[in-house]
């Protein structure tokens, strides 16, 4: 079965300063997708990043940035330049590639706490 | 273009009701699914429907079931309610099963009591 460890339960930054999230997975599939979410007090889930695990480059969004070990099974976040609106819990999320983002596993979350 | 709608927002019920939640999607997205969020267990997949077929199940007793009409808007049922029930629901839509984001509700807040 399919897991996904975030090993941090929360996570504390100044503002305008950086900080990295840490996710691990474990699982059989070569190809496969992985997803940082954002849920932000209005408990929507919004898509952060999204990695294809065929493309050995990192994705990037604006000051989101992920540094993925395909070998290590991990996958962490990098939030450059935090901003108060970062504020939120963040899941790391594994979706075989079959499965497009349809049944997403995810992790326990990392609450992200800007301060000001 | 209006986003993913779950309702109701929250909702109370007594243990050994049922419960039916409801979710629209994106107009034009055809995939639905649902998850259930605690903070013991976490984020947890219950099932996926694409075209009125349910495609994927998660690990659920029996007593949490779905269906999806023929305008892609999708229910959840949950009978004989526990208090381990309690719990937020969220709903998530995908223009097809392959498409590499779901976009998720803001979730129904069920609290059994």
């Known amino acids: ?116 | 273009k209006a986003g993913v709608t779950q309702t109701p927002r929250y909702l109370i019920k007594t243990r050994g009701q049922q419960v039916t939640l409801s979710c629209s999607p994106i107009s034009g997205h055809r995939s639905v699914s649902w998850y259930q969020q605690t903070p013991g267990q976490g984020l947890q997949f219950l099932f996926e429907y694409f075209s009125e077929t349910q495609r994927n199940k998660g690990n659920f007793p029996g007593r949490f079931s779905g269906r999806q009409f023929s305008n892609s808007r999708s229910e959840m049922n949950v009978s004989t309610l526990e208090l381990g029930d309690s719990a937020l629901y969220l709903c998530a839509s995908s223009p097809n099963t392959l498409s590499t984001e779901a976009f998720f509700g803001q979730g129904t807040r069920l609290t059994v009591v």
């Open chain 1, 1 to 116: 079965a399919q897991t996904v460890t975030q090993s941090q339960p929360e996570m504390s930054v100044q503002e305008a300063e950086t900080v990295t999230l840490s996710c691990t997975y474990d699982t059989s599939e070569s190809d496969y997708y992985l997803f940082w979410y954002k849920q932000p007090p209005s408990r929507q889930m919004i898509l952060v990043i999204r990695q294809e695990a065929y493309k050995q480059q990192n994705a990037t969004e604006n000051r989101f940035s992920v540094n993925f070990q395909k070998a290590a099974k991990s996958f962490s976040l990098k939030i450059s330049d935090s901003q108060l609106g970062d504020a939120a819990m963040y899941f790391c999320a594994y979706s075989p590639r079959f499965q497009g983002a349809q049944k997403l596993v995810f992790g326990q979350g990392t609450r992200l706490t800007i301060n000001p």
